[in-house]
């Protein structure tokens, strides 16, 4: 059982490139989420999803966007990357009944130059 | 909107000694609260919760109470460990789980 995990861990990106952040969680949770964390402001909502083949949007989805197309795995896109995006990125899950109590992955660091 | 304020750190201790970690909140209706920690390297975990007022939710030796008459669910640990050292964030779930900017602790040897 390896909880919520994310790859890649480490990425450097030039201003412009795209990429593709995946989250995958072997808890059967209905619920999936991406944050980024940023020094001073704690967590941020991206995206979420609460279920396969649906998402919506956070509190800053601008510049990514996201795809849940199996219950399991939780896709976070950027198309065209910005220095602003530089950030640590966290995937996030919980099930139906536990909503309360999120399972974090162990992050992505994002550098965009 | 829902909102957490914790208080901003970074907090350096020795061994043994105590520590406090302030956190209030603005919330509609009755949210629950929440301290979740985050190891060097690592992601954030659950560490203790309280779902309604006058709760105390404890784990591994912290405590936190959460008293509605002063909108506050502050962490107390009694004697840190240097394996304390972490960032704490106090959040709130109402319809959305809502994250206070953490606390960086340092506990010393």
């Known amino acids: 059982n390896a909880g919520v995990t994310q790859t890649p861990k480490f990425r450097v990106l030039k201003t412009g490139q795209s990429m593709t952040l995946l989250c995958a969680q072997d808890?059967?949770?209905?619920?999936m989420y991406w944050y980024r964390q940023d020094p001073g402001m704690g967590l941020r909502l991206i995206h979420y999803?609460?279920?396969?083949?649906?998402?919506a949007k956070g509190e800053v989805p601008d510049g990514y966007n996201v795809s849940r197309l199996k219950k399991q795995n939780f896709l976070l896109g950027l198309e065209s990357a910005a220095p602003s995006q530089t950030s640590v990125y966290f995937c996030?899950?919980?099930?139906?009944?536990?909503?309360?109590?999120?399972?974090f992955g162990p992050g992505t660091r994002l550098t965009v130059t | 909107g829902d909102s957490v304020t914790q208080m901003e750190g970074p907090v350096t201790l020795s061994e043994e000694a105590f520590l406090t970690i302030n956190c209030t909140y603005t919330a509609t209706g009755y949210p629950s609260l929440f301290w979740y920690v985050q190891y060097p390297g690592e992601g954030l975990q659950l560490l203790l919760k309280?779902?309604?007022?006058?709760d105390k939710g404890s784990n591994k030796g912290f405590e936190a109470t959460y008293r509605k008459e002063t909108t506050s669910f502050h962490l107390e640990k009694g004697s840190v460990q240097v394996s304390d050292s972490a960032v704490y964030f106090c959040?709130?779930?109402?319809?959305?789980?809502?994250f206070g900017a953490g606390t960086t602790v340092t506990v010393r040897a």
């Open positions: 808890m059967n949770h209905e619920y």
């Open positions: 959040a709130l779930s109402a319809r959305k789980l809502s």
């Open positions: 999803s609460v279920g396969e083949g649906t998402t």
């Open positions: 309280a779902t309604k007022a006058d």
């Open positions: 996030a899950s919980h099930g139906a009944a536990g909503w309360h109590e999120q399972y």
